[in-house]
């Protein structure tokens, strides 16, 4: 690999917002051990992660003795164990052999350093003091940081998926509005742009200047209801993002340092532990308490999107004129190829079929006549059954003397009378 100055690969590697216990006190050692590391092609980011997750296992042996000395190796192992866990996303990016596995296998043993050293400091103290105080700290310690990862990956889902369904209805209106129209949609009104990716892009620019930026394009807010009650908000996230230092002042991370190096350091676990804990419940609950609001403002934008376009639903002009509202000009069936005939050349025709009579009433007749065909056999069947029907239906027993054969059938056969 090419050899690369320590502002280039602080360019390439290190993030844009990031922690303030990250960008203070670990980029700048880690960022001087990525430029030595990754000369070796034997160096992978997985073999970093198993290399954080053993120093992190070291530092909970120290903290299990308990005795101040071995508290200090533990903290100085614990913030090792941390760089070496930054460096392996470090490394991926520089390289760009980064893997979906390596990912999972960070976070994964990033979750049992935690634990394991949560329970060996404060077990080692417990053992040393006898204070049960220091079994309610280690299960406070295990959960929060459970909690906070969780409650992170959760938040960063449901963000997406309103992100998604967002796109997904706004991509739905444009395509009805492209059928209602007859020309086909401007190319600017397909871009759908969300203020938090501008915000990231941009994070010294205001937000209205961002979104009148944006053109023609969509864009959607999903904090600005946040914006509007926090209005310092702003000003505040500009100063702290001009040092690449995120807004969120006490996360996981801080917490994790205050307790397992801060608290080892200066002989006070179960201060330092409470304390961090408070600030991080305080965080969490603000973070809450804004995606809270983002689904408020989510629910909004899904109102005005869920409001029929201005063609939807119409009919077309060309098909809007009825029968009786054919005959303007322009109108292709007004040609006389298509106007309804003369009497005199169809007198069949109608141009709304007539009721069906209701036959069976009392007084009313059939109104069409029977007109009898022109052959023999059927004009001589229509004389006999209207002589059945003279004599009032008071025939002779069949076969005798001056009987009429049954339907007006001639007495020619053999055997008959």
Not at 3 to 8: E, F, H, P, T
């Amino acid at each position: 690999m090419a050899k690369l100055s320590l502002r280039a690969v602080q360019k390439l590697t290190c993030k844009k917002r990031d922690a303030w216990w990250t960008v203070i006190l670990v980029d700048p050692v880690a960022t001087r051990m990525l430029i030595v590391m990754a000369r070796f092609n034997f160096i992978t980011p997985n073999r970093v992660t198993w290399a954080a997750l053993f120093v992190g296992l070291g530092s909970a042996g120290f903290f299990l003795k308990g005795d101040p000395q071995s508290l200090i190796v533990g903290a100085a192992l614990y913030h090792l164990s941390f760089i070496l866990d930054c460096i392996d996303g470090k490394l991926a990016r520089l390289k760009g052999n980064g893997t979906v596995f390596g990912g999972w296998l960070d976070y994964v043993f990033d979750r049992i350093r935690v634990l394991f050293c949560a329970l060996a400091l404060m077990g080692g103290q417990y053992l040393r003091n006898g204070d049960e105080r220091f079994l309610l700290a280690a299960l406070l310690v295990v959960f929060l940081d459970m909690l906070r990862y969780v409650d992170a990956l959760q938040i960063y889902k449901m963000r997406m998926s309103m992100r998604t369904r967002i796109e997904k209805v706004t991509r739905e209106r444009q395509e009805a509005e492209r059928a209602g129209d007859d020309g086909p949609a401007e190319p600017e009104a397909q871009q759908i742009r969300f203020m938090e990716d501008l915000l990231r892009e941009n994070p010294e620019a205001e937000a209205d200047v961002l979104k009148e930026q944006a053109g023609t394009g969509h864009v959607v807010d999903l904090h600005a209801q946040f914006r509007h009650r926090f209005p310092w908000y702003l000003r505040v996230r500009q100063a702290l993002l001009r040092s690449r230092i995120r807004p969120h002042l006490v996360s996981g991370i801080e917490f994790q340092m205050f307790v397992f190096i801060v608290g080892p350091l200066i002989g006070r676990i179960l201060l330092t532990t409470v304390v961090s804990a408070i600030l991080l419940g305080i965080f969490e609950l603000i973070i809450m308490y804004k995606f809270w609001l983002s689904t408020r403002d989510f629910t909004q934008v899904m109102a005005e999107l869920a409001q029929p376009p201005s063609g939807a639903g119409s009919i077309a002009p060309h098909l809007h004129r009825g029968r009786h509202r054919r005959g303007g000009p322009g109108d292709p069936l007004a040609a006389p190829e298509f106007q309804a005939p003369p009497g005199h050349e169809d007198p069949g025709f109608q141009p709304y079929p007539g009721p069906r009579p209701a036959y069976g009433a009392p007084d009313q007749q059939p109104t069409q006549t029977f007109q009898p065909l022109p052959t023999p056999a059927y004009q001589q069947m229509t004389q006999a059954y209207q002589q059945v029907r003279a004599q009032g239906y008071d025939r002779p027993v069949h076969g005798a003397p001056g009987a009429v054969p049954p339907h007006g059938c001639p007495a020619d056969r053999e055997g008959v009378g």
